[in-house]
């Protein structure tokens, strides 16, 4: 089992920064990637970005891409998503998952999530 945690989310205006770190403990090296996913109100769970936990090689949304950089503190057992160049349609809760088989692009992919982190962009 994994357990996750979020934390730095916020309320910024739009083009500003956040960095949301996702820590992990337990069975970590049970789960190849670890993934960030978003809920917007009234919309579905999407995927944002994977990271393979053992080699560090990064997945990203086309949504997201060349904005967002997911980074990994192995010895931290921390995961980070900073979220450059903010825009109103990224407000959602951030969510970090551990995955457990299938398609890393869907949530029924994933065994373990953390509570979620609010990201509220104004614009």
């Known amino acids: 089992q994994v357990q996750l945690v979020e934390s730095g989310g916020g309320l910024v205006q739009a083009g500003d920064s956040l960095r949301l770190s996702c820590a992990a403990s337990?069975?970590?090296?049970?789960?190849?990637?670890i993934s960030w996913f978003r809920q917007a109100p009234g919309k579905e769970r999407e995927f944002v970005a994977a990271v393979t936990w053992s080699g560090g090689g990064t997945i990203y949304a086309d949504s997201v891409k060349g904005r967002h950089t997911l980074s990994t503190d192995r010895a931290k057992n921390t995961m980070y998503l900073q979220l450059n160049s903010l825009k109103p349609e990224d407000t959602a809760t951030y969510f970090c998952a551990s995955h457990d088989r299938g398609s890393i692009y869907y949530k029924d992919s994933y065994n373990n999530w953390g509570q979620g982190t609010q990201v509220t962009v104004s614009s």
């Open positions: 337990g069975r970590t090296f049970d789960s190849k990637y």
